[in-house]
Each structure stands twice: as C-alpha cells, then as structure tokens.
C-alpha cells in the first residue's frame, strides 16, 4: 500500500510555499488532495496500475506504486500547483513593490510562471517516457525469463 502522504513529501519537498503553512492541516490535505487526483486523472492513461484502486478515507492507495510511479504523481502535482498560479486572478492585477515603489508588469510575471509549467510539463513527458519503456524492458524480460523456465 502506498500512501498519500508518501506522495505529498515527495510534492512538498519540490515547492516553496509559504501559504501552506498558514492553512489548517485538514485545509492543506485537501488542496493537495486535490492536485493528486488531478494528477492521477492525468496519470492513469500511462500508469501499468490501477490509480483508481485508492481508499480516500484512509489516504492511501490500495497497491504499491513504484518510486518512478510516486515521483510522476508528485511532479504532476507541482504541475497542478504552478498552474494555479498561472490561472489565478491575483496575477492578472499591477502589483507595487515597496523598493521605490517599482511597477512589476504581471504579464512579465505571468509569462515567467508559463514557462516554468511548460519546463514542468517537460519534466513529466521525459519521467513518462522513461516509466513507459522501464515497463516495457521489464515486460520483454519476463516474458523472455518465462521461456527460459518453460524450456528447462
């Protein structure tokens, strides 16, 4: 069984967010909560597993998911993360500095957040591609392994 709270180390050790800390611990699951099912809907067409095999109530998945498998899940939802950043209303406004009173141009700031999501997103294809043909190596091995056994 792998947890919840397995993935959202792995998620939370690869972000710097200083409103978490501010949120109840029930408010933090349930936004985390919330980017792994994305993740996971996002996951699932590639994943050798069931990802819907999990147990909400006890925050866990009901099969062990590789280290690979964990990681794809976690930097998704940094994915998901940064794209609630990226689709927040609180980036479309000027913000003020309090250094001489500088202008940020958000669209600059905005731009920034899509190509960090686009190298992101990259990191996820690269971690998918690898995933797919470890799989595959593994099943081209067993079955290989089965032959050998079978001609014994």
Same mark, same amino acid.
């Given at each position: ?5 397995? +993935? ?64 794809i899940l976690a930097l998704m939802m940094v994915y998901e993360w940064t794209n609630s950043f ?33 190298? +992101?997103?990259?990191? +996820?294809?690269?971690? +998918? ?10 099943l081209c091995i067993g079955k290989q392994l089965k032959i050998i056994w079978t001609n014994l």
């Amino acid at each position: 069984m792998t947890t919840y709270q397995e +993935i959202f180390a792995l998620f939370t050790n690869k972000i710097t967010d200083y409103r978490l800390p501010s949120l109840t611990q029930d408010e933090a699951e349930f936004r985390m909560i919330n980017f792994l099912n994305s993740s996971i809907s996002r996951f699932t067409p590639y994943c050798q597993k069931d990802l819907n095999d999990k147990n909400d109530t006890l925050k866990q998945f009901n099969i062990d998911l590789s280290t690979l498998e964990k990681e794809i899940l976690a930097l998704m939802m940094v994915y998901e993360w940064t794209n609630s950043f990226v689709l927040s209303e609180e980036f479309l406004k000027q913000k003020l500095g309090t250094k001489d009173y500088q202008i940020y141009s958000p669209a600059n700031h905005l731009e920034k957040l899509i190509q960090l999501r686009s190298s +992101i997103q990259n990191d +996820i294809d690269d971690l +998918i591609k690898l995933y797919y043909y470890t799989e595959q190596w593994c099943l081209c091995i067993g079955k290989q392994l089965k032959i050998i056994w079978t001609n014994l």
